[in-house]
């Protein structure tokens, strides 16, 4: 299986807890005024990888503490980013996902009713920033996040409540 992405950020520290890997895929329906990435908007730009492919650089990254998913639209490739987060749950490593999204949580549970992809990768995630960048909101401030209407949300605990459970 393969993921079309913008491009990878090994041993970043901005993209959630720790030093982490970073995917951003390519392809996003939100084309928010003012993103961060505008050049992952575009679904047929960037270039194609494989899991496998992403899985090894996973591998020969030292002293990370986990991966993040970002875009882009990670829910845009669904299938192929789930897949890749069970692979990386898999590895018995500890490696904690955190996912960007465009799409509130709310939306994503009851996408997740049309098509399983979406619940298959809000069950591997550990942490999802929710929400479209708003410029209006924008704070540079925040942790994790560029604008005050975008969540910071347990997953787990979410999932088990049905409802967002916020990360403070």
């Known amino acids: 299986m393969n ?7 090994r041993e970043s520290v901005v993209d959630g807890p720790g030093v982490r890997l970073v995917i951003f895929g390519q392809g ?5 005024p003012e993103c961060h990435n505008p050049e992952t908007h575009d679904p047929n730009g960037g270039r194609e990888e494989t899991i496998e492919d992403l899985l090894n650089i996973l591998k020969s ?9 970002s875009g882009g639209e990670p829910f845009y490739q669904v299938d192929a980013f789930a897949t890749l987060g069970e692979k990386v749950k898999a590895m018995g490593k500890g490696y904690d996902i955190v996912t960007y999204t465009g ?5 994503l549970l009851a996408l997740s009713e049309i098509n399983k992809d979406y619940y298959r990768l809000l069950e591997i995630t550990d942490l999802l ?5 708003l410029r209006e909101d924008k704070d540079l401030a925040l942790a994790f996040r560029g604008s005050r209407n975008q969540r910071v949300i347990n997953v787990k605990a979410s999932l088990k409540v049905g409802e967002a459970v916020l990360v403070s």
């Open 61 to 69: 990254t030292l002293l990370i503490k986990g991966i993040t998913f």
């Open 3 to 9: 993921l079309r992405i913008a491009g990878t950020v």
């Open 103 to 107: 799409y509130l949580f709310e939306e």
């Open 129 to 133: 920033v929710d929400g479209p960048y």
């Open 28 to 32: 996003c329906p939100h084309q928010c």
